[in-house]
């Protein structure tokens, strides 16, 4: 009877041997996924513009600090169309595990109000991971035109036929040239165009009256003198323009507009990934040679942690909203 309950009790304590190691080799892979192993293998960062734009150049700046630091490649991935929403359709729908990221900005938070269909929902399937940077929009008109200030082009507007130009419907730009109506009751007419650049070129030669532009669109037209800056639309000046005044500056501290760009993953990647992700954004914008790279870039170092950028980016769909209802603005 010893030696049966014996055997019984060896093969009882073999099974549960080949159970704990089932148990253990299915747990240990998502172990390894966890944040002090994390990233152990290449990144996709998908960035919804073209190559060479303003989003592209930030993410290829955090994605070399970031993969020179942690030593897994962060790939950078342009997937444009769609104003935005092919991309982050795209990472909307990938796996929820940290390897796949989404280059976001402030036309993200207006796409949520100007296509209410999308296949996506982007409040819901995505979680915003950190802000990394800001820009101002820069209220330009041509370097010959008889418009000087804010007041003057308040006065203008309101005299005759202004045409304003913008990189695109639902654009920052055009979002900026609706808010500056809304604030003064005037009326310019708008005229879209695909892109920025091609709008800065017909407002040098005089075919256009005025931009709402992205500052770094404009920037070396207004530092080569092709191009006449009234204002910033920021608290702050630029250093890159420190004798543009900012809107607060010159009686309008209402348009305040920040062309920002962050970071999203999709919804239900793990907290601890996400946390490692957004902290490891906010100590690179701290140091000294990457912040000096982003203001070279015509931006402003802007870092915020998964908690306050996700109540950032609900604020500024919620504002928009608003404002894009109001003015009746309609996607392309």
Same mark, same amino acid.
């Given at each position: 009877?010893?030696?049966?309950?014996?055997?019984?009790?060896?093969?009882?304590?073999?099974?549960?041997?080949?159970?704990?190691?089932?148990?253990?080799?299915?747990?240990?892979?998502?172990?390894?996924?966890?944040?002090?192993?994390?990233?152990?293998?290449?990144?996709?960062?998908?960035?919804?513009?073209?190559?060479? %734009?303003?989003?592209?150049?930030?993410?290829?700046?955090?994605?070399?600090?970031?993969?020179?630091?942690?030593?897994?490649?962060?790939?950078?991935?342009?997937?444009?169309?769609? $104003?935005? $929403?092919? %991309?982050?359709?795209?990472?909307?729908?990938?796996?929820?595990?940290?390897?796949?990221?989404?280059?976001?900005?402030?036309?993200?938070?207006?796409?949520?109000?100007?296509?209410?269909?999308?296949? &996506?929902?982007?409040?819901?399937?995505?979680?915003?991971?950190?802000?990394?940077?800001?820009?101002?929009?820069?209220?330009?008109?041509?370097?010959?035109?008889?418009?000087?200030s804010m007041k003057d082009l308040v006065e203008a507007a309101r005299k005759g036929k202004l045409n304003a130009g913008s990189s695109g419907n639902g654009t920052p730009p055009h979002l900026t040239l609706a808010l500056f109506e809304s604030l003064t009751g005037t009326k310019l007419t708008h005229v879209p165009y695909k892109g920025g650049a091609p709008?800065?070129?017909?407002?040098?030669?005089?075919?256009?009256?005025?931009?709402?532009?992205?500052?770094?669109?404009?920037?070396?037209?207004?530092?080569?003198?092709?191009?006449?800056?009234?204002?910033?639309?920021?608290?702050?000046?630029?250093?890159?323009?420190?004798?543009?005044?900012?809107?607060?500056?010159?009686?309008?501290?209402?348009?305040?507009?920040?062309?920002?760009?962050?970071?999203?993953?999709?919804?239900?990647?793990?907290?601890?990934?996400?946390?490692?992700?957004?902290?490891?954004?906010?100590?690179?914008?701290?140091?000294?040679?990457?912040?000096? !790279?982003?203001?070279?870039? %015509?931006?402003?170092?802007?870092?915020?942690?998964?908690?306050? &950028?996700?109540?950032?980016?609900? %604020?500024?769909?919620? !504002?928009?909203?608003?404002?894009?209802?109001?003015?009746?603005?309609?996607?392309?």
């Open positions: 009877m010893h030696r049966l309950l014996i055997r019984s009790m060896l093969r009882h304590v073999a099974a549960l041997s080949v159970a704990l190691s089932a148990v253990v080799a299915v747990t240990a892979p998502a172990a390894a996924q966890g944040p002090a192993d994390y990233p152990s293998k290449p990144i996709r960062y998908v960035v919804p513009f073209a190559p060479g %734009g303003l989003t592209d150049i930030m993410a290829r700046m955090v994605g070399h600090q970031l993969s020179e630091e942690w030593g897994k490649p962060i790939v950078i991935d342009n997937k444009p169309g769609g $104003n935005a $929403n092919i %991309g982050a359709d795209q990472v909307a729908k990938a796996p929820a595990d940290g390897y796949t990221w989404l280059a976001v900005t402030l036309t993200h938070a207006s796409n949520v109000t100007l296509f209410p269909k999308l296949p &996506f929902n982007m409040q819901k399937d995505l979680v915003p991971v950190a802000r990394i940077a800001s820009s101002p929009m820069t209220v330009v008109v041509p370097a010959n035109s008889p418009i000087h709008s800065m070129t017909d407002l040098i030669g005089g075919q256009i009256d005025v931009v709402f532009s992205n500052f770094p669109e404009s920037l070396a037209y207004v530092k080569g003198g092709k191009l006449r800056a009234l204002a910033v639309t920021t608290r702050e000046r630029h250093p890159l323009l420190p004798d543009v005044p900012t809107v607060g500056e010159v009686g309008f501290p209402d348009l305040l507009v920040e062309n920002w760009t962050g970071l999203m993953m999709p919804a239900g990647t793990p907290k601890p990934v996400i946390d490692k992700v957004g902290t490891a954004v906010a100590k690179m914008v701290e140091i000294k040679s990457v912040r000096d !790279r982003i203001v070279a870039a %015509g931006f402003s170092p802007a870092p915020q942690a998964s908690a306050p &950028f996700t109540d950032y980016f609900q %604020g500024e769909v919620a !504002r928009w909203a608003k404002l894009i209802d109001q003015k009746g603005i309609r996607a392309e």
